[in-house]
């Protein structure tokens, strides 16, 4: 019954924000007890857990991307949102936003996933 998607740009400039937002339906994002994660798989790699919110709106970060990044959330659309500043070529990949009961595992719903391309 729950469903996220991702949605943003698909081309961002270096040295520009990435921004995206993942929305939320059949769950709200406010509801005990899961976390809303943000993570990526640059081509020809592994996932990476980038960051979460919870349901309290406590926030956790991968410590390599904690300098960059930013997630934060509009109860009011039951949407999350991600923000990776100052982007380089590296930070391309597809883009999912997840479900899980802890911030960084166990995920139960996915985003279809969004990819980015950092380029000028």
């Known amino acids: 019954q729950v469903q996220l998607q991702e949605s943003g740009p698909g081309l961002v400039k270096p040295s520009q924000t990435l921004s995206l937002t993942c929305t939320v339906s059949?769950?709200?994002?406010?509801?005990?007890?899961?976390?809303w994660s943000w993570m990526r798989q640059p081509p020809g790699k592994g996932l990476e857990w980038m960051g979460a919110i919870a349901y309290s709106g406590s926030t956790y970060y991968s410590p390599s991307l904690k300098s960059r990044t930013s997630i934060s959330w509009d109860t009011s659309k039951n949407q999350f949102t991600l923000q990776l500043s100052s982007v380089t070529p590296e930070d391309t990949a597809v883009y999912y936003c997840a479900r899980g009961p802890r911030p960084h595992s166990d995920y139960d719903y996915w985003g279809q996933g969004i990819q980015v391309t950092v380029s000028s």
């Open positions: 059949g769950a709200s994002i406010t509801t005990s007890y899961y976390a």
